[in-house]
């Protein structure tokens, strides 16, 4: 049975990933290129509703949508459908996400168009050199995108547990998950989570060799290749090629039918109940006590991701692999199976005492958003332009004030602003996640998560919905609010320039 | 060029250290604490259990600190976690929201015997003689039948379910939760053959598994269904929404019902053993019966109450669930039911 599921949850992320990377490439080239990619994301409205749906909720999704699997009961084709579609539009939204923000291919169409030209010289692992040639260069963002699509659908699991009727979508994370809560013990648990691990790595490794030999070091090919070739920094070959209007505005309808499954319709949908739901918080004296639940849960999450991104930087600076893949281990587990373990740890005399603590929640947390951390380090640090914050920071050491001021705004810009952001998605991801929190909390702590499962559950939609809505205002405020506080900090005095 | 960046993150990981510091000497450690307080794991629904365990601590001043069930967990989450927990126990008192979870953790030696004064007023089918636990407040398993589908009569649901097709008849999935409950009571009365028989023919016929029985009842409520198995709380959800929808008791074929009490009992070993005690006796008291028969979950009283207090619906609950089955036998085939059923999902 475990191979069976593993086999569908495998072909379904190979299936789903492959198919958003033309999608995520066609919007990217509607991007323009990488230079003026992230300057175009601000006025670019498409861009950025292509992006929407990686940021909303699963708990939401799933929510919007369960319904509308429950009438899709009589079809496996059409819930495995409806699935794959959601999964689709938040993989998509992923994909696009890595290829707008990784640098461009090192290596240029013309070095590799150079390359082939040598095919007939008879020279030595030819082959080999244009094989690396092409897998660190202009395919090496569009595998690391389509790598990081496989494990978002491998490890996707609230969706699927609300939309599950008859068994479909057949997902290994559920699987697992009724498989343990039904009695099996931790050690099966264990046993059935090895090959998905197994599977994971095999996965990752791939990803972050990607990252780090084609990103922060120079790409070294045989002696006498990179002159043979004329290795240069130039446009990614896939960024070149002339998107047609036709296209374009298929493109476009893609994005817009994304964002409307995703967001407008659940926001609408539930929209009605917004307010009666307030109401009935308020009615119950709740509105408060949930605010305060809100606060408690943003502020463990953002500790957690700070936690994370520190110790990503530290392996990513490290360059130590066995560590690296000792630490992120526990993390590729699941939450479920890494929640078991820390619980069972705790239970040992040594760590007892501090059992009924924050701690296991925060080191299981930790823990489990350690391999994302990683990620968006190895995807940072790639991106950090060194030479440019350098020259700012020189420019702090002049006399002339405005010229300081300007410094330490480019240099805020530069170097903090980014970080804030990892920091932020790292936090939205451990907020919306209800497993480790829920076996590994503290008594005295309810996190708002758990609060809004139950809401679920016994069909309050209303004081869901508006639960819902104040958990994603709350800390968005809260990131913006740091944000303008953290530059005044850093960027004292306004700078103008006249 | 060596450039020195991302400062900030090292006053963040040293705010993260300070405030897991702060956390552990606030909360770390406290097991062996003598103060007024109470660790009670309740798997009944929070909106419903918040106003008892409120007027609890305002009428003895006892500070309850609650660990609530998700929904995520299947109620097999805080039985799980007890079991997890039982050389080092943190929790005093169990309210599990039904009986036959509660009943294996006797089993697995997690529960200490107490003979509330209170538990007299519940009837003997409902709570163990050794006093390791005792029944309050019930729920019935039902069928919710959808009007403008059948009929809801016993005749119309006997019809639909001798069909060649249940494929417009859902159940919740059977590892979890109150089914778990239904086939370990068909269990003892008809054996573990008979059951897997009734299993294996329904699912034959097409019946649809839903993961919980809050989707069953969305199932009916929506007319994708006929109908469903289900318990009084998740019928009464649909009801007070409006949907066109009723319920019938589900009957065993000797006639009876199957009632599924809320369940409490002290952990052996807890920590504030005196609070423990006084939690239990106030949980089965016909004020807290009444409050949770006047709750939306209109849960059924086991022990006398004052039946002028009590909702008519809840009234009509209490005859179907004067046919309540024995569950006793029922909790020692639990364990059998739940091994065969989680070598069905595994394949093993």
């Not at chain 1, 980014?418 to 209800?434: K, N, P, Q, S, Y």
Request: proline share 4%; net charge positive; charged share 15%.
């Amino acid at each position: 049975m475990l191979q069976l599921v593993l086999t569908w949850t495998i072909s379904r992320a190979l299936i789903v990933s492959s198919l958003a990377v033309p999608i995520s490439l066609m919007v990217c080239r509607m991007a323009g290129t990488r230079s003026t990619r992230i300057r175009t994301l601000r006025r670019h409205p498409v861009l950025l509703a292509a992006l929407v749906p990686l940021f909303m909720p699963d708990l939401l999704t799933g929510f919007t949508y369960r319904l509308t699997s429950a009438r899709l009961i009589h079809s496996v084709v059409a819930t495995e459908l409806l699935y794959g579609g959601l999964l689709l539009c938040r993989v998509t939204a992923l994909q696009l996400a890595v290829l707008l923000i990784l640098p461009s291919s090192a290596i240029s169409r013309q070095s590799i168009h150079s390359w082939k030209l040598l095919r007939t010289s008879g020279r030595p692992n030819w082959y080999r050199t244009w094989l690396r040639m092409l897998v660190l260069g202009p395919y090496r963002s569009v595998l690391v995108a389509w790598i990081g699509g496989m494990l978002l659908c491998f490890q996707e699991f609230e969706t699927a547990a609300l939309l599950q009727i008859d068994r479909h979508p057949v997902v290994w994370a559920v699987w697992l998950f009724d498989a343990h809560a039904a009695g099996e013990p931790l050690s099966v648990s264990l046993s059935f989570a090895a090959r998905s691990l197994l599977f994971q790595l095999a996965l990752l490794l791939p990803a972050i060799l990607l990252l780090r030999v084609g990103g922060r070091r120079q790409v070294s090919l045989p002696p006498g290749a990179a002159a043979d070739a004329g290795l240069f920094a130039g446009r990614p070959a896939l960024d070149s090629a002339s998107t047609g209007r036709g296209m374009v505005w298929a493109v476009r309808w893609l994005i817009l039918c994304s964002l409307v499954v995703t967001f407008v319709w659940p926001v609408a949908s539930n929209l009605t109940a917004l307010a009666g739901g307030f109401r009935t918080l308020v009615a119950q004296g709740g509105l408060v006590a949930r605010i305060r639940q809100i606060g408690f849960s943003l502020l463990d999450c953002m500790l957690v991701a700070g936690a994370a991104l520190a110790i990503g930087r530290w392996l990513w600076r490290r360059s130590d692999s066995f560590l690296t893949v000792a630490v992120l281990l526990p993390g590729l587990c699941g939450s479920l199976v890494l929640s078991l373990i820390l619980l069972a740890a705790f239970q040992l005399p040594v760590l007892n005492r501090v059992y009924d603590s924050w701690l296991p929640m925060l080191l299981g947390q930790t823990l489990w958003l350690l391999p994302r951390a990683f990620l968006l380090v190895a995807v940072l640090s790639v991106l950090t332009p060194q030479t440019s914050i350098h020259g700012a920071i020189l420019l702090r050491a002049t006399g002339s004030r405005l010229l300081v001021a300007t410094a330490r705004q480019l240099v805020f810009r530069l170097r903090n602003v980014r970080w804030l952001l990892a920091v932020g998605i790292l936090t939205h991801w451990c907020f919306w996640d209800v497993t480790i929190v829920s076996v590994l909390r503290p008594v005295r702590f309810e996190p708002i998560v758990t609060r809004l499962y139950n809401e679920m559950h016994f069909g309050r939609t209303e004081t869901l919905v508006a639960l819902t809505c104040l958990s994603l205002l709350i800390p968005l405020t809260v990131f913006v609010v740091t944000g303008m506080i953290w530059k005044v900090v850093a960027v004292p005095g306004n700078v103008r320039h006249d | 060029m060596s450039v020195k960046q991302n400062t900030f993150l090292v006053p963040l990981v040293l705010v993260t250290a300070a405030a897991a510091g702060l956390a552990l000497l606030v909360n770390g450690g406290r097991t062996g604490g003598g103060d007024a307080r109470l660790v009670v794991y309740c798997a009944h629904d929070a909106a419903y259990a918040q106003s008892v365990i409120d007027l609890f601590e305002r009428q003895t001043g006892i500070n309850v600190d609650v660990r609530f069930d998700e929904e995520a967990n299947k109620s097999l989450g805080l039985t799980n976690l007890l079991i997890a927990e039982k050389d080092n126990p943190r929790c005093d008192v169990f309210w599990n929201n039904q009986t036959l979870g509660t009943v294996r953790l006797m089993s697995d030696d997690v529960l200490q015997p107490y003979l509330s004064p209170n538990a007299d007023r519940i009837p003997s089918a409902f709570k163990d003689a050794g006093g390791n636990w005792t029944g309050f407040a019930a729920r019935l398993r039902v069928y919710l039948v959808n009007t403008d589908q059948m009929a809801a009569t016993e005749a119309a649901v006997a019809e639909k379910l001798s069909q060649e097709s249940l494929s417009r008849v859902a159940i919740a999935k059977p590892q979890f939760g109150t089914t778990l409950s239904h086939y370990s009571v068909i269990a003892a009365e008809q054996g573990m053959d008979e059951l897997q028989a009734w299993h294996q023919d329904i699912h034959r016929r097409g019946i649809r598994e839903a993961r919980g029985n809050s989707m069953t009842k969305d199932l009916v409520a929506e007319g994708i269904c006929d109908l469903s198995f289900t318990d009084t709380d998740d019928a009464f959800v649909a009801i007070d929404d409006g949907k066109p929808v009723s319920m019938l008791p589900v009957r065993l074929q000797d006639g009876r019902t199957i009632c599924l009490p809320n369940s409490v009992a002290l952990i052996r070993g807890c920590s504030h053993p005196e609070p423990a005690k006084a939690f239990i006796d106030f949980l089965l008291s016909e004020e807290v019966e009444l409050l949770l028969a006047q709750s939306k979950a209109r849960q059924i009283p086991l022990g006398p109450v004052d039946e002028s207090q009590l909702p008519a619906e809840v009234q009509e609950l209490r005859v179907w669930a004067a046919d309540g089955a024995d569950l006793i036998p029922a909790g020692r085939v639990n364990q059998q039911v739940l091994d065969w059923l989680t070598a069905e999902h595994t394949g093993g």
